[in-house]
């Protein structure tokens, strides 16, 4: 059953781009660019099924983090923090100033 999911690009970026797999296959490419102010970057909705494995990626640099798409828990935020992409999932959509 394939699930929408939001993709919220948080905090910690300044101008990486992150390629957005499911299951392996790119479904999505966004320079992430962090707002001081709104601690937002950007929002990319994509479609997944559940079960099948999320994986966001700083391109050309081996960084990821990676988790099963979960329909009950369709908003995932990623944050860039020392280096490193720290991800999770949640049932409620995140709020910005």
């Known amino acids: 059953m394939e699930t929408e999911l939001e993709i919220h690009l948080q905090e910690g970026f300044h101008g990486e781009t992150i390629v957005i797999s499911v299951d392996g296959e790119t479904v999505g490419r966004v320079r992430a660019e962090s707002s001081f102010a709104t601690g937002l970057a950007h929002i990319e909705p994509i479609h997944a099924d559940k079960g099948q494995m999320l994986d966001l990626a700083i391109e050309g640099t081996g960084t990821h ?33």
């Open 65 to 97: 983090a990676t988790l099963p798409v979960a329909p009950e828990a369709p908003f995932v935020t990623l944050n860039l923090r020392d280096g490193a992409l720290i991800c999770g999932a949640t049932e409620r959509r995140p709020g910005y100033v």
